[in-house]
């Protein structure tokens, strides 16, 4: 059964850092490219990053692009968003998910606020 | 980036009754198109890719339409477990991008 597990969200202040990471299981993960969505409260989905399988090529939606880094470790199957420079309209809940083309696999987030 | 415009923004049918939710792209994306399902407090299910082809446990109620520009999905005949937001998304270009969603509620 595949699984996609999201940790690390919380409360940061703005202008903080906060590394986000996915745990993912049931599958070949190696094989596959992932991808970061989220979803800021009563929201639709925002589309934030996505990364090939390797790791080598990443993409990043312009509203995050110089301040998330989205990393990956094949050795330990789990998906690093690390985020830097946060504002107010970072806040969300974060998905990782399977695949960069239709996500056909999606964990049940982490809520990230960014606030004072 | 690419533009997806959903229509309407709210539905309201019957259950039993068929629902007809758009996306338009601002430019053709080809069949590269996905339509999510999302419940509240649940995260996005995967229903269609490809703009036609229903995922592994889809009920054949749902189905897609079209390519390039326009796309269509409906639900032949609602159940009260289809009540939700639907998304649909481009993954021709970077960056994916994902329309506003149509909520779809019970008339």
């Known amino acids: 059964e595949v699984q996609l597990v999201e940790s690390g969200g919380g409360l940061v202040q703005p202008g903080g850092s906060l590394r986000l990471s996915c745990a993912a299981s049931?599958?070949?993960?190696?094989?596959?490219?992932m991808t970061w969505v989220r979803q800021a409260p009563g929201k639709g989905l925002e589309w934030v990053s996505g990364?090939?399988?390797?790791?080598?090529?990443?993409y990043y939606a312009d509203s995050v692009k110089g301040r998330f880094t989205f990393s990956r470790d094949n050795s330990k199957n789990t998906l690093y968003l690390q985020m830097n420079s946060l504002r107010a309209e970072d806040t969300a809940v974060y998905y990782c998910?399977?695949?960069?083309?239709?996500?056909?696999?999606w964990g049940q987030g982490t809520l990230v606020t960014v606030s004072s | 980036e690419i533009v997806m415009t959903q229509s309407p923004a709210t539905l309201s049918v019957s259950p039993g009754e068929r629902a007809t939710l758009s996306c338009r792209a601002s430019?053709?994306?080809?069949?590269?198109l996905v339509w999510y399902q999302q419940k509240p407090g649940q995260a996005p299910r995967f229903l269609i890719y490809?703009?036609?082809t229903r995922a592994t446990g889809i009920p054949a109620r749902f189905s897609g339409s079209g390519s390039g520009t326009e796309f269509t999905l409906t639900i032949s005949s609602l159940q009260s477990e289809d009540f939700a937001v639907y998304y649909c998304?481009?993954?021709?270009?970077?960056?994916?991008?994902f329309g506003q969603g149509t909520k779809l509620e019970i008339k």
């Open positions: 998910a399977k695949n960069w083309g239709g996500a056909d696999y």
């Open positions: 049931g599958f070949t993960f190696s094989s596959f490219a």
């Open positions: 990364i090939s399988s390797s790791g080598d090529s990443t």
């Open positions: 430019q053709s994306v080809s069949s590269n």
């Open positions: 490809g703009a036609s």
């Open positions: 998304q481009q993954y021709n270009n970077w960056p994916r991008t």
